[in-house]
């Protein structure tokens, strides 16, 4: 089983930043795709930046520019930081990752979520 702790949310200006953290933990076999997705009031959750295990990371078009990530594999950690944060970037973050076994890539066995964090964006 995986646990995923999300940090790093918050209040902040327009124009601003904001760096969340997603660390996975607990006992599991085969290896995870990470990956952020974000959910406004009313609206579906959507992907914001995914890290593939051993991949190239991928974004968002809406976030391109100004959402860089970084993942310790090692750590099993995801990090997004996030500047030039606009208004329409307020949501719920969720951190999500996606169990699978190397000899069969295209198989997901499990998928995981974190609890969300709150990131507002307002002067």
């Known amino acids: 089983q995986v646990q995923l702790v999300e940090s790093g949310g918050g209040l902040v200006q327009p124009g601003g930043s904001l760096r969340l953290s997603c660390a996975a933990s607990?006992?599991?076999?085969?290896?995870?795709?990470m990956a952020w997705y974000r959910q406004a009031p009313g609206k579906q959750r959507d992907l914001v930046a995914a890290?593939?295990?051993?991949?190239?990371?991928r974004y968002a078009d809406a976030v391109k520019g100004r959402f860089t990530g970084i993942r310790d594999n090692e750590q099993h950690t995801v990090q997004l930081q996030m500047s030039g944060l606009k208004p329409e970037d307020t949501a719920v973050y969720f951190c999500?990752?996606?169990?699978?076994?190397?000899?069969?890539?295209?198989?997901?066995?499990?998928?995981?979520w974190g609890q969300g964090t709150q990131v507002t964006v307002s002067s």
């Open positions: 890290f593939p295990q051993g991949g190239i990371p």
């Open positions: 999500n990752a996606e169990r699978y076994y190397r000899e069969r890539p295209d198989t997901i066995v499990d998928v995981y």
């Open positions: 607990g006992s599991f076999s085969g290896l995870l795709n």
